[in-house]
T-cell receptor, first 112, second 118 residues
């Protein structure tokens, strides 16, 4: 059974810092891995999607990497801003079931 | 493109009543739609998968008679919470998938519906 774990559960940093969020998954049989952002009481915003054959994706200040063999992904946020404060969710689509499995999320607070 | 809407965005109801939540794909045809539930400070949990024109497939532990799902068209799926109780209060999020849209198996998410049962 696929399990997705995110570390840390919460993170507080001063504005301007570069930071890394971690995601691990137990079954390497995945179609893709996706990072989402969720603001309090809101839905999901897709940030980056990495296909299983890819190693990384970049969008602006965000860079996500994927190491399928070790079951790990990282989301790198450069020059963090208070507006980056949110919960970041990692999810994988299992190639066995086709289902999207979410991690518990990392709640990020960027202090001005 | 790939916009998914949900209605209502929030609803408050009395215990014992039924509530219907709509999920629509606005600019594409969704062959498959998914319903997720999210309790406070927890992650999203898949409740069921529905394919247009067929019965939904429910995840283990989700009561199909309590959470009725209808996917009558390629752009609309509905979730009806029957005889709602306070423990059903949650954030319900739908997603939609079209193999011809986005990356393979990519799901596009609605904004969610906050259900509060008094």
């Amino acid at each position: 059974k696929q399990e997705v774990t995110q570390i840390p559960a919460a993170l507080s940093v001063p504005e301007g810092e570069n930071l890394v969020l971690n995601c691990s998954f137990t079954d390497s049989a995945i179609y893709n891995l996706q990072w989402f952002r969720q603001d309090p009481g809101k839905g999901l915003t897709s940030l980056l999607l990495i296909q299983s054959s890819q190693r990384e994706q970049t969008s602006g200040r965000l860079n996500a990497s994927l190491d399928k063999s070790s079951g790990r992904s990282t989301l790198y946020i450069a020059a963090s801003q208070p507006g980056d404060s949110a919960t970041y969710l990692c999810a994988v689509i299992s190639s066995n079931t086709g289902k999207l499995i979410f991690g518990q999320g990392t709640t990020l607070q960027v202090k001005p | 493109g790939a916009v998914v809407s949900q209605h209502p965005s929030w609803v408050i109801c009395k215990s014992g009543t039924s509530v219907k939540i709509e999920c629509r794909s606005l600019d594409f045809q969704a062959t498959t739609m998914f319903w997720y539930r999210q309790f406070p400070k927890q992650s999203l949990m898949l409740m069921a998968t529905s394919n247009e024109g067929s019965k939904a497939t429910y995840e283990q532990g989700v009561e199909k008679d309590k959470f009725l799902i209808n996917h009558a068209s390629l752009t609309l799926s509905t979730l009806t919470v029957t005889s709602a109780h306070p423990e059903d209060s949650s954030f319900y999020i739908c997603s939609a998938r079209d193999p011809g849209k986005g990356s393979y198996n990519e799901q596009f998410f609605g904004p969610g519906t906050r259900l509060t049962v008094l």
